[in-house]
C-alpha cells in the first residue's frame, strides 16, 4: 500500500471523528443516538474505494478500542464495541468496503443515482440489519423490535446517502479511484 493510500484511510478516520463533533440525537425508545458519523463511512467506501474504504473503518475502530474519544459525547474504549452500538460500529468496515467494491464497479460510468443507490443498500440497509440485531441480541430485545427501531433512522440516512453520492461527485477529480482509472 503506498503512502498516498495510508494518508488517505487516515484522513477519513479523522474525518469520521470530527463527524462526531455534530450533537448526536436520543431518540429515547432505542439506545443508539442518530449520529452524523454513518456520513463520513458511506464517503470513505464513495470516495476511497473498497481497500483504503474498509482500512479508514479498521482505523477508526482501532481509535474507538484504544480509548480515543472519537464518538459523540467524547465516548471511547473497549466497553463501547460490547454495547448496543456495536452492531452498528462494527458493520462500518464492512459497508464501507461493500460501497466502494460497488463504486468501483460503476467508477467509468459513475452516476450520482448510482452511488446513492450503493450507499443505501450497504450504508443504510446493511448497516441497520446488523446494527439492530446486534443491539436486540445484546440489549435481549426481539430482532424484530430492534429493526422496528431502527426505521427511525431511516430518514436521516437517506441524506446522508444522498449527500455521499453528491460530495463524491463533486470531489470526483480528486479521488484516488481516479488516479486508478488514469494510471
Known amino acids: 500500500m503506498r503512502i498516498k493510500e495510508l494518508v488517505y484511510a487516515a484522513l477519513f478516520a479523522a474525518l469520521i471523528a470530527v463527524l462526531a463533533l455534530i450533537p448526536p440525537v436520543s431518540l429515547g425508545f432505542i439506545p443508539v443516538p442518530i449520529t452524523a458519523q454513518t456520513l463520513g463511512v458511506m464517503l470513505a467506501g464513495c470516495f476511497l474505494g473498497w481497500r483504503m474504504g474498509a482500512l479508514s473503518l479498521v482505523i477508526f475502530l482501532i481509535l474507538i478500542a484504544i480509548g480515543l474519544p472519537v464518538l459523540p459525547g467524547g465516548r471511547g474504549g473497549l466497553a463501547i464495541l460490547a454495547g448496543p452500538t456495536a452492531g452498528y460500529l462494527l458493520s462500518w468496515p464492512l459497508a464501507a468496503g461493500l460501497i466502494g ?3 468501483e464497479a460503476v467508477w467509468p460510468k459513475v452516476r ?3 452511488l446513492f443507490v450503493i450507499s443505501l443498500i450497504f450504508g443504510v440497509l446493511l448497516v441497520n440489519l446488523i446494527g439492530a440485531s446486534c443491539m436486540a441480541w445484546i440489549t435481549n430485545t426481539p430482532v424484530w423490535a430492534g429493526l422496528t427501531g431502527s ?15 453528491v460530495i463524491t461527485m463533486q470531489l470526483k477529480p480528486l479521488s484516488p479511484l481516479e488516479d ?3 494510471g
Open 112 to 114: 450520482a443515482w448510482k
Open 180 to 182: 486508478k482509472r488514469r
Open 101 to 103: 467494491w460497488c463504486t
Open 151 to 165: 426505521a427511525a433512522f431511516l430518514p436521516g440516512d437517506l441524506i446522508k446517502a444522498l449527500l455521499a453520492a
